[in-house]
């Protein structure tokens, strides 16, 4: 008869999403994910599978909080365009607060796994495009409102969106100042304003 767990498993996919998101996968050794999640290494197998496996729920473990927090923003009684905003406001203080440079777990997971690992591309893919969708909705409103630019289609400009939050990510390793970050910011939501 196996033995029961005796650890928090949210805790643990926590100190390991927080271990993958500052060295990167390949970068993150069993060890490195003992040390931290200060589990054997028969605890991790026996609990996860084996690293990948545990990399894997660590990407959903953290989804789960980022999508909340996007939804939280994206569904408030705010105006459309003010939504859109906000998130933005969110994710500059994110930056501000960023002192090891993490970025995004799901943009930098996309920069280092190969293209044909179709299991991880697939689940990424998946996650921003349930972003992608929440910015499509807001979007739509803004249009019912006549507060959208004429010229642009929500689907689109939902596109262009998470091409910005791809970049921002990306753009802030370089270790830019804040007023650099938020003149991007603002010329990427001029081209969703009448």
Known sequence: MARPQTF??????????????LKGFANTSVKDLTKVTKLQPGSIYGA?????????????????????SVNCILQSSEPPLKRIRLFFDHLLSQ???DKALKSCLLVNTLLEIPPDDSEINS????????????????????????TLSTG??????AKMLMSGIFGLQVYNRMKPDHDALLQIVNNLLANLEK
């Open 8 to 21: 928090n498993k949210e805790m643990v996919l926590d100190s390991a999403m927080q271990l993958f998101w």
């Open 48 to 68: 996860f599978k084996n690293k990948r496996n545990l990399f894997l729920m660590s990407l959903d473990y953290y989804f789960e909080n980022l999508y909340s």
């Open 95 to 97: 930056k501000d607060e």
């Open 123 to 146: 689940r990424i893919s998946y996650m921003f495009t349930k972003i992608e969708n929440e910015f499509c909705s807001v979007l739509k409103l803004a249009q019912q409102e006549g």
């Open 152 to 157: 642009g289609r929500p689907e689109t400009l």
